[in-house]
């Protein structure tokens, strides 16, 4: 809620001879609450006359209330007389009149007229909005007490949910010493609660007796005070209730039946259609069943007990049976670490007291269960491991920051979830979800045990070996590759969630020709077996921990060369790839882009090769896509992978050109892509159009974007400038000089003809 602070509080005291002046300031600028009181109390014979001065103003939540200029309040030796003690603010009205005191003849009264009951807002959670008209008259209330009240409160509502009118009447029975209460709700004409009774303090453990009439009672009047959890709360609860016990330990006892309800738990992003009834006895409550639906036809049935104990809270014991009930129906918008689908059968037992349940269940998940692991934190870094990107959770140093999820507070609930994960489920572990990158999808089988201790904290205990899916990971940012996922591969977890251990084999297979491998394909003895291709696995293997995974390559050729010499030719490349890692990388990120070997010089930088000629084949692909899809549109990008990895998008030169008026307009832009700053994502830009027909005559207008390091001279980003400006341009063709000048000779006696 808003925070609260109480500024400017003063309280001061004047006392001279028989008068006492006194002043009293304090602010409360979130809540609107400004209080400055100045009074004298004068001591007289037998009492003490107190009354506030004029300038006293009172403020509460930003409406101010007037005093009664001629009030004034008479302290005695045994009683206290309030003499026109009278707020108001408009029609509203606060008055306090009578005497209290011990003798019953005399009363205290008061009277509140047309109060809006949001004046108390900032005594509440909610939000409440109402008017009350009110008496209440108090006698004898230092001995013996005698109350009687009138209570009206119309159109109430908390949240801005309409509760409708409430009608409440108290009066103490002095002779049997209780207090009587008749109190009624009425919402859209319609009576929906109804409690008479009475109140005896001095029986402690016998004090309640009432009768609880409930009819038709929305149960949407629990919105606000179940928001947290539930939400879109329909149906209706029809109830007889006797109300016996003490306020510490209250017995209910009578029957209740909700009908056609609903509610969506908000935390699960699941909606739950119910009835039941139940039945409530001074041993406790008893659930007679409570059937469940959710919106995929799934459903559960509960029952139990909820029992009485003297001097203990209430203990639960209830058991629940589950079918094919979704129980997970969120999404990644809702949820950043699990969200998906999740269906289970299987039971579950609800036991202990009321403020420390404990929650055991037994499940299996079923058809239709899609899951997705969202392993992200507010903090990564980016690191490599060849050519695969991973997010690394432990580096100390962010780049990007990220707003936490919020988490959800579960003390004083233990559950322990023994989860049967069957290959109906479908699951999804996601490392860089911003970015749609998938490293683990799939089905397996396993058992996991889920605990929530009693205070919040989370663990899983377990395996899931997968019997089918696949990895699929990032070459250069651009390029992904499912890998098939191969038997044997499982996730362990010994702790937490996110903490799981991975053993993942996986591979990519693809037809490739041994010509680049072979140190001279044109004096080769068998040109035709440059041409045949053999069948070729790329292997991977993720080991450690499932935010951070280890990754190895392999190459592996399925079907063996049967000539001598391509024989050789693949003995030696396993050879090699055994012992340079930069090599298999190459290779393998060759075989997955490019769909074959790469040719490597002797003494060629294998990396950054590859980089170039990927990049150059990335930029033709783009060009050429771009002519498809408009003829008048030009791209030119200047991509090298390698420096792409290295340095990011600055490292990207993108020119992009647009022709209007059948060719005569062209808009383009050239420069570095870099989105960190918005001249080097803008660019150069320029606006050229033709005068003449055939385009010697131009005009040009352009805006560019000049930086120190494009000169080689030193200076911050920040002094980088814009050169800008409009030109005209001629254009003609000549072999001599003296062509240029006759032309110009000849244009101009043509002019005087």
Same mark, same amino acid.
């Given at each position: 809620?808003?925070?609260?602070?109480?500024?400017?509080?003063l309280?001061?005291?004047?006392?001279?001879?028989?008068?006492?002046?006194f002043?009293?300031?304090?602010?409360?600028?979130?809540?609107?609450?400004?209080?400055?009181?100045?009074?004298?109390?004068?001591?007289?014979?037998?009492?003490?006359?107190?009354?506030?001065?004029?300038?006293?103003?009172l403020?509460?939540?930003?409406?101010?209330?007037?005093?009664?200029?001629?009030?004034?309040?008479?302290?005695?030796?045994?009683?206290?007389?309030?003499?026109?003690?009278?707020?108001?603010?408009?029609?509203?009205?606060?008055?306090?009149?009578?005497?209290?005191?011990?003798?019953?003849?005399?009363?205290?009264?008061?009277?509140?007229?047309?109060?809006?009951?949001?004046?108390?807002?900032?005594?509440?959670?909610?939000?409440?909005?109402?008017?009350?008209?009110?008496?209440?008259?108090?006698?004898?209330?230092?001995?013996?007490?005698?109350?009687?009240?009138?209570l009206?409160?119309?159109?109430?509502?908390?949240d801005?949910?309409?509760?409708?009118?409430?009608?409440?009447?108290?009066?103490?029975?002095?002779?049997?010493?209780?207090?009587?209460?008749?109190?009624?709700?009425?919402?859209?004409?319609?009576?929906?609660?109804?409690?008479?009774?009475?109140?005896?303090?001095?029986?402690?453990?016998?004090?309640?007796?009432?009768?609880?009439?409930?009819?038709?009672?929305?149960?949407?009047?629990?919105?606000?005070?179940?928001?947290?959890?539930?939400?879109?709360?329909?149906?209706?609860?029809?109830?007889?209730?006797?109300?016996?016990g003490?306020?510490a330990?209250?017995?209910?006892?009578?029957?209740?039946?909700?009908?056609?309800?609903?509610?969506?738990?908000?935390?699960?992003?699941?909606y739950?259609q119910?009835?039941?009834?139940?039945?409530?006895?001074?041993?406790?409550?008893?659930?007679?069943?409570?059937?469940?639906?959710?919106?995929?036809?799934?459903?559960?049935?509960?029952q139990?007990?909820?029992?009485?104990?003297?001097?203990?809270?209430?203990?639960?014991?209830?058991?629940?049976t589950?079918?094919?009930?979704?129980?997970?129906?969120?999404?990644?918008?809702?949820?950043?670490?699990?969200?998906?689908?999740?269906?289970?059968?299987?039971?579950?037992a609800?036991?202990?007291?009321?403020? +420390?349940?404990? &929650?055991?269940?037994? %499940?299996?998940?079923?058809?239709?269960?899609e899951?997705? $692991? /969202? =392993?992200?934190?507010? !903090?990564?870094?980016?690191?490599?491991?060849?050519?695969?990107?991973?997010?690394n959770?432990?580096?100390?140093?962010p780049?990007?920051?990220?707003?936490?999820?919020?988490?959800?507070?579960?003390?004083?609930?233990q559950?322990?979830?023994?989860?049967?994960?069957?290959?109906?489920?479908?699951?999804?572990?996601?490392?860089?979800?911003?970015?749609?990158?998938?490293?683990?999808?799939?089905?397996?089988?396993? +058992?996991?045990? &889920?605990i929530?201790? %009693?205070?919040?904290?989370?663990?899983?205990?377990g395996? $899931? /070996? =997968?019997?089918?899916? !696949?990895?699929?990971?990032?070459?250069?940012?651009?390029?992904?590759?499912?890998?098939?996922?191969?038997?044997?591969?499982?996730?362990?977890?010994y702790?937490?969630?996110?903490?799981?251990?991975?053993?993942?084999?996986a591979?990519?297979?693809?037809?490739?020709?041994?010509?680049?491998?072979?140190?001279?394909t044109?004096?080769?003895?068998?040109?035709?077996?440059?041409?045949?291709?053999?069948?070729?696995?790329?292997?991977?293997?993720?080991?450690?921990?499932?935010?951070?995974?280890?990754?190895?390559?392999?190459?592996?050729?399925?079907?063996?060369?049967?000539a001598?010499a391509?024989?050789?030719?693949?003995?030696?490349?396993?050879?090699?790839?055994?012992?340079?890692?930069?090599?298999?990388?190459?290779?393998?990120?060759?075989?997955?882009?490019?769909k074959?070997?790469?040719?490597v010089?002797?003494?060629?930088?294998?990396?950054k090769?590859?980089?170039?000629?990927?990049?150059?084949?990335?930029?033709?692909?783009?060009?050429?896509l771009?002519?498809?899809?408009?003829?008048?549109?030009?791209?030119?990008a200047?991509?090298?992978?390698?420096?792409?990895?290295?340095?990011?998008?600055?490292?990207?030169?993108?020119?992009?050109?647009?022709?209007?008026l059948?060719g005569?307009?062209?808009?383009s832009?050239?420069?570095?892509?870099n989105?960190?700053?918005?001249?080097?994502?803008?660019?150069?830009?320029?606006?050229?159009?033709?005068?003449?027909?055939?385009?010697?005559?131009?005009?040009?207008?352009?805006?560019?974007?000049?930086?120190?390091?494009?000169?080689?001279?030193?200076?911050?980003?920040?002094?980088?400038?814009?050169?800008?400006?409009?030109?005209?341009?001629?254009?003609?063709?000549?072999?001599?000089w003296?062509?240029?000048?006759?032309?110009?000779?000849?244009?101009?006696?043509?002019?005087?003809?």
């Amino acid at each position: 809620g808003t925070e609260r602070t109480t500024d400017n509080f003063l309280v001061a005291f004047d006392w001279q001879n028989d008068q006492i002046g006194f002043q009293h300031t304090w602010d409360q600028a979130s809540q609107q609450h400004h209080i400055s009181l100045q009074g004298q109390a004068k001591l007289l014979d037998q009492t003490t006359e107190v009354a506030l001065l004029r300038s006293s103003t009172l403020q509460v939540a930003g409406n101010l209330w007037r005093i009664h200029p001629s009030h004034c309040i008479l302290l005695g030796p045994s009683w206290t007389q309030f003499q026109n003690v009278e707020f108001d603010n408009g029609p509203q009205k606060v008055k306090l009149s009578g005497t209290l005191s011990a003798d019953p003849k005399t009363a205290l009264y008061l009277q509140l007229q047309d109060f809006a009951i949001s004046n108390l807002n900032t005594f509440f959670k909610q939000k409440l909005v109402g008017v009350i008209n009110a008496s209440a008259a108090l006698k004898g209330t230092l001995k013996q007490p005698l109350i009687d009240s009138e209570l009206l409160l119309q159109d109430l509502a908390v949240d801005g949910l309409l509760i409708g009118h409430l009608q409440a009447h108290t009066h103490w029975n002095n002779p049997r010493q209780c207090l009587n209460l008749r109190l009624q709700v009425e919402r859209l004409q319609k009576q929906i609660i109804a409690i008479q009774g009475f109140y005896t303090p001095a029986q402690k453990d016998h004090s309640l007796q009432f009768d609880v009439q409930l009819t038709h009672t929305p149960l949407a009047l629990l919105t606000p005070f179940v928001k947290d959890q539930l939400s879109q709360l329909t149906g209706e609860l029809n109830s007889t209730l006797h109300i016996q016990g003490s306020l510490a330990q209250p017995q209910l006892i009578g029957q209740a039946t909700i009908t056609a309800a609903a509610a969506k738990v908000d935390y699960l992003n699941t909606y739950y259609q119910f009835e039941g009834a139940l039945t409530s006895t001074a041993k406790g409550i008893h659930l007679t069943t409570l059937n469940l639906t959710d919106d995929k036809q799934g459903k559960a049935t509960f029952q139990g007990t909820i029992a009485y104990q003297k001097g203990k809270l209430p203990q639960a014991d209830l058991k629940g049976t589950l079918e094919s009930l979704q129980v997970l129906a969120s999404t990644i918008q809702s949820r950043d670490y699990v969200y998906g689908t999740g269906i289970v059968n299987g039971e579950l037992a609800i036991t202990g007291p009321i403020n +420390n349940i404990a &929650i055991n269940a037994h %499940a299996r998940t079923a058809p239709g269960t899609e899951i997705f $692991v /969202a =392993l992200k934190q507010p !903090t990564s870094t980016m690191v490599k491991k060849g050519f695969v990107q991973f997010v690394n959770f432990s580096a100390p140093t962010p780049v990007q920051a990220r707003v936490a999820p919020p988490t959800v507070t579960l003390k004083g609930l233990q559950l322990k979830l023994t989860l049967e994960i069957t290959p109906e489920a479908q699951n999804e572990i996601i490392l860089d979800s911003p970015t749609g990158d998938t490293i683990i999808r799939g089905r397996g089988k396993g +058992n996991l045990n &889920i605990i929530l201790d %009693a205070e919040g904290e989370l663990s899983m205990v377990g395996d $899931v /070996a =997968l019997t089918e899916g !696949t990895c699929n990971l990032t070459l250069y940012r651009f390029f992904k590759t499912d890998y098939n996922v191969l038997p044997g591969s499982k996730i362990t977890w010994y702790d937490r969630p996110g903490r799981g251990i991975l053993a993942v084999k996986a591979a990519y297979e693809q037809r490739a020709t041994l010509a680049p491998l072979m140190p001279n394909t044109r004096t080769t003895s068998n040109p035709s077996a440059t041409r045949e291709k053999y069948p070729v696995q790329v292997q991977l293997a993720l080991t450690g921990h499932l935010v951070s995974p280890a990754v190895k390559f392999g190459i592996e050729f399925l079907q063996r060369p049967k000539a001598p010499a391509e024989q050789s030719v693949a003995n030696n490349f396993q050879q090699r790839i055994e012992v340079d890692e930069s090599y298999l990388n190459t290779q393998v990120a060759s075989l997955i882009i490019a769909k074959r070997f790469f040719q490597v010089d002797k003494f060629g930088d294998s990396t950054k090769a590859l980089g170039s000629n990927m990049g150059e084949f990335l930029a033709n692909r783009l060009s050429s896509l771009a002519s498809l899809l408009d003829e008048d549109l030009d791209i030119d990008a200047n991509v090298d992978l390698t420096e792409l990895e290295n340095k990011g998008l600055e490292s990207l030169q993108l020119n992009v050109s647009y022709r209007l008026l059948d060719g005569r307009l062209k808009l383009s832009r050239e420069g570095n892509v870099n989105i960190d700053t918005s001249e080097d994502l803008i660019g150069s830009l320029a606006a050229e159009y033709l005068l003449t027909e055939d385009g010697s005559l131009r005009a040009k207008l352009y805006n560019k974007h000049i930086s120190h390091s494009h000169y080689g001279i030193s200076g911050n980003k920040e002094e980088d400038i814009f050169s800008g400006g409009v030109s005209v341009i001629y254009t003609t063709s000549f072999n001599r000089w003296k062509e240029l000048f006759r032309r110009r000779r000849k244009t101009k006696k043509e002019s005087v003809e």
